[in-house]
């Protein structure tokens, strides 16, 4: 098993710019999410999905949307990129048991730099 | 979901065991204790979590005081590659899947 595999590793943008986050899992993990962390600080949750064709928004959607077509995969989109969205992306994904279990498997992480 | 104060930062022998404090004094009944760590700006690793009694893994054990407000997370061996941030969180178990990270314990092991 690959786990959460996370494209592109790095990336930069110019403001006003859109690109697509890719993250992938191949455990039939029914939950996927996307969390950014600035510097020095916590994740915080962008956007999650329950299963395919179901999504809601975390703590910080603004600027971001996401779809969920299929079991696999998970896209985040930056509509229109500012340099506030300067960040490390994570994707997370777990077992149909969550949140019973609480254990979230984490991708490597997209480092985005906006300019 | 209650919130959870830790030092910010701690040093470790290497070989010996490091114990990380957490603080939960608002914490309910039905909120469980989770413990994540990550290493270099990897992607966050869970390592354990409990309720009310003690747990142990292969990677770490909870202690959980008898009124649950506070709970250690022990290494009992830590190495060189124990070094990360070591977060602490609570939350229900039946929660809406938002795992809230604050800023952690950045746990430094020296040689």
């Known amino acids: 098993n690959a786990g959460v595999t996370q494209t592109p590793k790095f990336q930069v943008l110019k403001t006003g710019q859109s690109m697509t986050l890719q993250c992938a899992q191949d455990m039939n993990h029914e939950y996927m999410s996307w969390y950014r962390q600035d510097p020095g600080m916590g994740l915080r949750l962008i956007h999650y999905?329950?299963?395919?064709?179901?999504?809601d928004q975390g703590e910080v959607p603004n600027g971001y949307n996401v779809s969920r077509s299929t079991t696999e995969d998970f896209p985040l989109r930056l509509l229109s990129a500012a340099p506030s969205q300067t960040s490390v992306y994570f994707c997370a994904s777990s077992s149909p048991t969550y949140p019973n279990t609480g254990e979230l498997f984490f991708g490597e992480g997209s480092r985005l730099t906006v300019l | 979901d209650a919130k959870t104060t830790q030092p910010p930062s701690m040093d470790c022998a290497e070989g010996r065991a490091a114990n990380l404090p957490c603080n939960h004094s608002?914490?309910?009944?039905?909120?469980?204790v989770y413990w994540y760590r990550q290493i270099h700006s990897q992607g966050p690793q869970y390592i354990i979590h409990?309720?009310?009694n003690n747990e142990t893994n292969e990677m770490a054990s909870l202690i959980i005081t008898e009124d649950r407000k506070s709970s250690t997370l022990i290494l009992p061996h830590a190495t060189l590659r124990d070094t990360a941030v070591y977060y602490c969180i609570v939350r229900t178990r039946s929660n809406d899947y938002k795992l809230s990270f604050g800023a952690g314990t950045t746990v430094t092991v020296r040689a």
């Open positions: 999905s329950v299963g395919a064709g179901i999504t």
């Open positions: 608002t914490i309910s009944g039905n909120e469980y």
């Open positions: 409990g309720l009310k």
